[in-house]
């Protein structure tokens, strides 16, 4: 990777039950709105959401290339519960590094 190449992350943000914007409790029918407009106005490349809705979580797969951003994009998420960020590789960039050190063939 050279200095300008963004990293992939894969976020997992979860909330219960009673934070639920979807939910009767606490809901926040401009939530996705939000959430859409925070990440654009980071400047993350979101490439996509997967959701869990009886489990009360989404994946995100995102492109990022500083902790600001990243941090700025997932604010709407941080509000109504947890977030994790895990940076990960495509299974083809990381058989290419693999290889490229020795530790594949």
Not at 55 to 74: K, P, R, W
Request: glycine fraction near 8%; charge should be negative.
């Amino acid at each position: 990777m050279t200095g300008g190449d963004l990293l992939l992350f894969l976020v997992v943000a979860k909330h219960t039950a009673e934070n639920c914007p979807g939910g009767l409790v606490r809901p926040d029918k401009e939530f996705i709105a939000k959430m859409v407009e925070s990440v654009e106005r980071s400047g993350v490349t979101l490439t996509e959401i997967y959701l869990d809705a009886p489990g009360h979580a989404y994946f995100l797969i995102v492109d990022a290339n500083d902790n600001e951003a990243l941090n700025s994009a997932l604010e709407q998420f941080r509000l109504v519960g947890m977030v994790k960020v895990h940076p990960v590789l495509k299974l083809s960039d990381a058989t290419a590094w693999a290889k490229k050190i020795g530790i594949q063939r």
